[in-house]
């Protein structure tokens, strides 16, 4: 367990009949606790070619894309805590979009009584984009909203719960009709600025975005001009590029948008979640071979 071991996690891996001990020759398995110093990670399985599993501790794994290419050998098995985090980031998600729509971003920075108004999220037309565990939480919050919901994803596979799912290739033609745009997808190359000028142009100008994925995602230069230019009418986002965002940065100054910092998943709430995952893919790797959030490293998610 590196860099550094946790209680919390120690306890886990024993309660599935794991034991922890210091790097050797004997190691099986490496539990990532940090997404700092990535290479040293590619040191260690240069070191031990003996490994044959590797968690890492979050559900995006964009910060270990050149260890996983480099270390992607056979018999080497990779999981994530993808999914794990989904119930308190959908939460984010849902908290943004209802005070975007509530128009929160401007009510507290009022000083003077002002005019009533707001939307409703009830029977809105929202498009969330990617397919994982975030996207299925979501779509579980959502239900009661009345909602209709569009999944966009690799393929137009239908995902469960969802009003109708599309290809990303479709992703232009879903977004003129969305009243509220949730991202959600992993990020990779193929997916860096999906959210760019044309697609914000594409958006109605009472329509709103919501990042809980990645900063990358959303090209922030030209999210800056849509808010600016009322082009759309907001966006809340955790996660933002760069991150963390520079004092003085123009999207700080942005109109009608929300910046949480990549907040929506604590440690303090995520700890027993990676410790529950870890649990799980010890039991998988000591056992039943079930393991939960395996990783493609060439696809990067």
Not at 166 to 192: F, H, K, M, W, Y
Not at 256 to 279: C, F, K, V, Y
Request: charged content about 20%; proline content about 7%; aromatic content about 4%.
């Amino acid at each position: 367990m590196l860099p550094k071991p946790g209680a919390l996690f120690v306890d886990a891996v024993k309660s599935a009949g794991g034991e922890v001990a210091e790097l050797s020759g004997a190691t099986r398995g490496i539990v990532w606790l940090t997404s700092d110093s990535a290479s040293d990670l590619g040191v260690a399985l240069d070191a031990n070619p003996q490994v044959q599993w590797v968690q890492l501790p979050w559900a995006g794994v964009d910060a270990f894309a050149e260890v996983l290419q480099s270390h992607d050998r056979p018999h080497l098995l990779w999981t994530s805590a993808k999914g794990a985090y989904a119930q308190p980031v959908a939460e984010h998600a849902l908290m943004l979009a209802l005070a975007l729509l509530r128009r929160i971003p401007e009510r507290v920075r009022a000083t003077s009584w002002g005019e009533s108004t707001g939307d409703s999220l009830y029977g809105r037309n929202v498009v969330i984009i990617g397919a994982g565990g975030i996207a299925v939480e979501l779509l579980r919050l959502l239900a009661p909203f009345d909602v209709d919901t569009t999944i966009v994803r690799r393929s137009a596979d239908p995902l469960p719960g969802a009003d109708r799912t599309v290809a990303s290739a479709d992703l232009d033609e879903v977004l003129q009709g969305a009243d509220l745009v949730i991202v959600a997808a992993a990020a990779t190359p193929g997916t860096r600025h999906l959210i760019g000028e044309r697609q914000l142009a594409l958006m109605k100008k009472t329509a709103y975005l919501v990042n809980i994925a990645r900063g990358g995602l959303i090209d922030t230069d030209a999210l800056v001009e849509a808010l600016v230019s009322g082009e759309i009418a907001g966006a809340g986002v955790d996660v933002t590029d760069p991150e963390p965002l520079p004092d003085g940065h123009p999207l700080w100054s942005a109109p009608n948008l929300i910046i949480t910092p990549h907040s929506a998943d604590t440690p303090q709430m995520i700890a027993p979640l990676l410790a529950a995952r870890l649990e799980q893919n010890v039991t998988a790797f000591l056992g039943d071979g079930a393991f939960v959030g395996v990783v493609d490293p060439q696809a990067g998610y």
